[in-house]
């Protein structure tokens, strides 16, 4: 009747090495059919440096897709998200700001952002604040253009990441951890393993001890953000990262954090340098 | 049982408010993550155990915990140790500490506590992303407890 914790333990162990076998990430390749020719991305890749001792190798979220959704990310005519990343497009050309400013007239072509999905969130050098993509955003929308802010969640800040976004399409992720980020990459590292909520998950409960294995009908992927941002089938719209940070967070009945909290854009960071290594999706396609 | 325990046993688990004969979750007795002593008046009910364990807004085992008996759950997940000759394995007392809080019984174990109310991080209101407007129920009621140990206490192999 009585199993002590070690029987147990082997027990347990048995079980999670045949489980790990039968719900592998599939093996597949992404490379995309886009205007401009066909792109390679790098789907898996050796795990970065500090996670070495926790895994191996790491997945892009799309290999734990279903067939039909992977290959939904194969041809941009097929990826719902092109149109906002069309729709961001006019938006970036569109004489908006106060004075008739508008994104074109400072930076030229969108192509003049490519890297900074791929670095951000990072420490601003001038400000010392950490930075994404958003708060750059936000940060020409109010400061040089006059408008109010566009927040997190509004369809012209999706349309505007979504562009973005797709200008580091291929790019490894390479958000630096060392130097000033340092101090936001420990933080977003201690939220990461906090056990939220009423159901008392952290975020590596889930993505860390069981990727690979299905929670009811949903297969565990290592959460990572390399994809972001995603168009979500189910909601038929743009998710961003912080966004999904916000949905997995609720999940564990917790009060979650807003995002463009202090917590959540450390979080990112942290949860962007676990993905170091594996190429920005631009928007990637998820159910 | 008499007709006024009737009632408030159907009530307990219609309106999910603990019943006055429950033990609270904060004076519940754990020896060695058993705990001995029912924590209601009335019997727990099987069929009820069965609702609650494959109800995502109750017990949701099923999310992580398969049951061959029960081959109509639609996905169950595949995270934890199947169920089944679960009450060959443990105790009533044993099984009634693990739905309480497996966390007595399996450190750090990644099972939630059906049965416990406070030492949360953040805990919000069920699933609304907001802090809880008043004090924190525990996701099962007592009777629920009881009734998917009874559940349990069926599955030999």
């Known amino acids: 009747m009585h199993r002590t914790a070690t029987t147990w333990a082997t027990l347990t162990l048995g079980l999670a090495l045949a489980g790990a076998v039968a719900a592998d990430p599939v093996e597949d390749t992404l490379v995309v059919e886009a205007e401009e020719g066909t792109v390679d991305l790098v789907t898996t890749a050796p795990a970065p440096e500090f996670l070495k001792d926790t895994v191996d190798t790491i997945y892009s ?5 279903e067939d039909e959704t992977r290959d939904l990310q194969r041809d941009d005519f097929d990826n719902p998200g092109m ?6 497009l006019d938006l970036w050309n569109a004489t908006i700001g106060t004075d008739g400013q508008s994104c074109a007239g400072c930076h030229e072509g969108p192509e003049s952002m490519a890297g900074l999905r791929a670095t951000t969130p990072r420490v601003d050098a001038k400000t010392g604040a950490l930075m994404t993509v958003e708060n750059y955003v936000d940060a020409c ?11 997190w969640t509004g369809s012209q800040m999706k349309d505007m990441l979504a562009l973005i976004s797709m200008q580091s399409r291929g790019m490894p992720v390479n958000v630096a951890i060392d130097g000033a980020a340092a101090s936001f990459w420990e933080k977003g590292k201690e939220l990461y393993y906090t056990r939220f909520g009423q159901l008392e998950m952290s975020c590596a409960s889930c993505h860390e001890d069981n990727q690979g294995r299905y929670i009811r009908a949903d ?10 941002p995603v168009y979500r089938l189910k909601d038929a719209g743009i998710l961003s990262a912080q966004q999904r940070f916000v949905g997995c967070v609720r999940d564990t009945r917790a009060e979650t954090f807003k995002p463009n909290s202090d917590e959540f854009k450390a979080l990112e960071l942290y949860v962007a340098s676990r993905g170091n290594g594996l190429s920005v999706e631009g928007v990637s396609v998820r159910h | 049982m008499t007709r006024q325990l009737c009632l408030a046993a159907a009530m307990s688990v219609t309106l999910a408010t603990p019943a006055l004969t429950e033990t609270a979750p904060t004076d519940v007795a754990y020896t060695e993550g058993k705990i001995e002593t029912s924590l209601t008046a009335t019997p727990g009910d099987p069929a009820n155990g069965i609702t609650v364990m494959t109800t995502a807004a109750l017990g949701n085992c099923v999310a992580c915990h398969t049951i061959a008996a029960l081959p109509d759950v639609q996905f169950p997940g595949d995270i934890a140790p199947p169920l089944d000759g679960v009450a060959d394995r443990w105790s009533e007392a044993e099984l009634r500490g693990i739905v309480a809080n497996a966390k007595m019984t399996f450190e750090g174990s990644f099972m939630p506590a059906f049965y416990k109310t406070e030492g949360f991080i953040r805990p919000g209101g069920g699933y609304t992303g907001k802090a809880p407007a008043g004090d924190l129920p525990p996701i099962l009621t007592g009777q629920q407890i009881e009734d998917v140990v009874a559940y349990l206490l069926t599955l030999k192999e």
């Open chain 1, 61 to 65: 979220g799309w290999h734990y897709r």
């Open chain 1, 83 to 88: 149109v906002f990343v069309d729709r961001g």
């Open chain 1, 141 to 151: 929308v109010t400061d040089r253009m006059g408008l109010e802010a566009w927040g």
């Open chain 1, 219 to 228: 297969h565990l992927s290592q959460g990572q953000v390399n994809g972001f």
